[in-house]
């Protein structure tokens, strides 16, 4: 997440967040990350359109932070069959 905390564009979204909330929403993040790509964990996060709603992320946030996900898929070597199954599952959250 910390690539998208020094975001230029998106990091301003994040200003002021103490470190448990970072904490916490990197934990949510893993946790949505697994359970969409069929972890075994539980879902504990609230469905994005209610956590994203009349937050107004555009299309071109939501590609920074998608491109933050897939360098850091690709700096821990992230076969591609995998690779390209996590980026799949994630594009079609885009329209929260």
Known sequence: M???WDDPVVG???VGMGTDSRDQLRQKNKNLLYFNTGGL???INRPLELTH???G???KEFDI???HLAATLKEFNV???E?????AKIGKLQPY
């Open 2 to 4: 910390t690539k998208v």
């Open 12 to 14: 301003g979204v994040f």
């Open 41 to 43: 964990c539980q879902k």
């Open 53 to 55: 709603r009349d937050l």
């Open 57 to 59: 992320i555009t299309d």
């Open 65 to 67: 932070v998608a491109n």
């Open 79 to 81: 076969p591609k069959r």
């Open 83 to 87: 690779y390209e199954e996590v980026m």
